[in-house]
């Protein structure tokens, strides 16, 4: 079965600090990893996703993530924080023919101070 | 398109009672999917279906059941709710590139 563990719960950074949020997965199988942010009070939204092509995948708002198979992470990373980055970021996991089937981590709240 | 759609946005029910969430995709998709998100819990897989007419258990899927007719409609349904039930739902539908589109979510309390 698949897991995700996201360390640390809360994460603060001041304004155009590097951020950094870690995502660990366990899976027997290859993975597809995912990073989604939710706002408050809303949905979630996609910010990149890992399907075995590049290691190091780009997303939206500046955000990138790379995937580490030695490791088994896929951390989240930003150079320079924003303001209008602080939300609720989701890691996620998934295999091969398992596509509504996403194992979520716990959450990190991202709060960026001025 | 309208992408991922629920309703109701917010639901109150006593103990015992019954409901349905609805949730619908104008998409094609044929994965759908649905979570509850409760607080440092992140969201949790309660049933998912991988096509009309095929559905699956999640993570918790005690107290909730769900069907699938159609492509576009994946109801959840709730039989006699619990105060553990309290919660907000989301719906998400994804294709074959396996990302998730999610709903707008509703917010559900049992009393």
């Known amino acids: 079965a698949q897991s995700v563990t996201q360390l640390g719960s809360h994460v603060s950074v001041s304004e155009g600090a590097l951020v950094l949020l870690r995502c660990n997965y366990s899976?027997?199988?290859?993975?597809?990893l995912f990073w989604y942010v939710q706002y408050p009070n809303q949905g979630l939204q996609l910010l990149l996703k890992?399907?075995?092509?590049?290691?190091l995948v780009k997303g939206i708002n500046g955000f990138e993530a790379e995937f580490k198979k030695s490791e088994t992470s896929f951390h989240l990373t930003k150079p320079s924080a924003h303001m209008s980055d602080a939300a609720e970021y989701f890691c996620?996991?998934?295999?091969?023919?398992?596509?509504?089937?996403?194992?979520f981590g716990q959450g990190t709240e991202l709060s960026v101070k001025p | 398109n309208a992408g991922v759609t629920q309703t109701p946005k917010f639901q109150v029910l006593k103990t015992g009672q019954s409901m349905t969430l609805q949730c619908a995709q104008d998409?094609?998709?044929?994965?759908m999917s649905w979570y509850r998100q409760d607080p440092g819990m992140g969201l949790r897989l309660i049933h998912y279906?991988?096509?009309?007419?095929?559905?699956d258990q999640g993570e918790v899927p005690n107290g909730y059941n769900v069907s699938r007719s159609t492509t576009e409609d994946f109801p959840l349904r709730l039989l006699s709710a619990a105060p553990s039930q309290t919660s907000v739902y989301f719906c998400?539908?994804?294709?074959?590139?396996?990302?998730?589109?999610f709903g707008p979510g509703t917010r559900l309390t049992v009393t």
């Open positions: 890992y399907t075995s092509a590049a290691t």
């Open positions: 899976s027997s199988v290859p993975p597809y």
């Open positions: 998400a539908s994804s294709s074959h590139t396996y990302e998730q589109y």
């Open positions: 279906s991988v096509g009309a007419g095929i559905t």
């Open positions: 998409m094609n998709h044929e994965y």
């Open positions: 996620a996991v998934t295999i091969y023919n398992q596509g509504g089937k996403l194992i």
